[in-house]
């Protein structure tokens, strides 16, 4: 195990709504990023959070908010939900200059 | 920008047979190279990267800056490899990782 956590495993939420997912990182792992994994397709960055405050984003919109908290933890908040946003999300944390660990995932579905 | 290709969305070998994955990058400065496995049910993790140079459960994958090449090689395929295989490029200081679309390998009895 990596010791990331990811929660929910699974999520089901209706066009317009907004969610929340949530990551927890091991100790000390000060970086943490955000990927979509859309069907067929390889992770996409979403953004990366380096000691609370975010310091890199991919080509997604601004409702795709997070924020990264001193206990590892972290959250990926996205509003106004599009059938679109139905995905995988997957968090990965790393120590200084240290590989991604990634978590196993929260599966989105967006009716 | 940060580009992986990787050409071949499905590969399938005979148990014992070598098996090559292809990666191809675009980037234009210093890149760092992986290749992540994700097998049935698990989640994604690291098999190598570039810049540690060494085999694990007998991959390689040697960084080709001349061809942008990032292939990953095996020579004697086992069944337990089947697994989905993204190639993926870090630019600068673990940065963001951009990934290639996946490889689906299946080794056959």
């Known amino acids: 195990e990596t010791g990331v956590t990811q929660s929910p495993t699974h999520l089901i939420k209706t066009r317009g709504q907004q969610v929340t997912l949530r990551c927890s990182s091991q100790s000390g792992h000060n970086t943490v990023s955000w990927y979509q994994q859309a069907l067929g397709q390889g992770p996409q960055f979403i953004f990366q959070?380096?000691?609370?405050?975010?310091?890199g984003r991919g080509n997604f919109p601004p409702r795709f908010s997070g924020l990264q908290f001193p206990n590892y933890s972290s959250e990926l908040n996205v509003n106004a939900l599009e059938l679109d946003d139905s995905a995988l999300y997957l968090c990965?944390?790393?120590?200084?200059?240290?590989?991604?660990?990634f978590g196993a995932g929260t599966r989105l579905s967006v009716l | 920008a940060q580009r992986v290709t990787q050409p071949e969305k499905l590969l399938s070998v005979f148990k014992g047979a070598p098996v090559e994955l292809k990666c191809n990058y675009s980037y234009s400065g210093s890149p760092e190279l992986f290749w992540y496995v994700q097998y049935s049910r698990q989640r994604l993790q690291l098999l190598l990267r570039h810049i540690s140079r060494e085999s694990i459960k007998g991959f390689t994958a040697d960084l080709n800056k001349g061809e942008t090449s990032f292939h990953l090689k095996k020579p004697f395929a086992q069944e337990e490899d089947s697994a989905m295989y993204y190639c993926?490029?870090?630019?600068?200081?673990?940065?963001?990782?951009?990934f290639g679309k996946g490889t689906l390998l299946t080794v056959n009895p």
């Open positions: 990965a944390s790393s120590p200084p200059g240290g590989f991604k660990y």
């Open positions: 959070y380096y000691r609370e405050e975010e310091n």
């Open positions: 993926a490029l870090a630019g600068g200081s673990n940065y963001k990782l951009t």
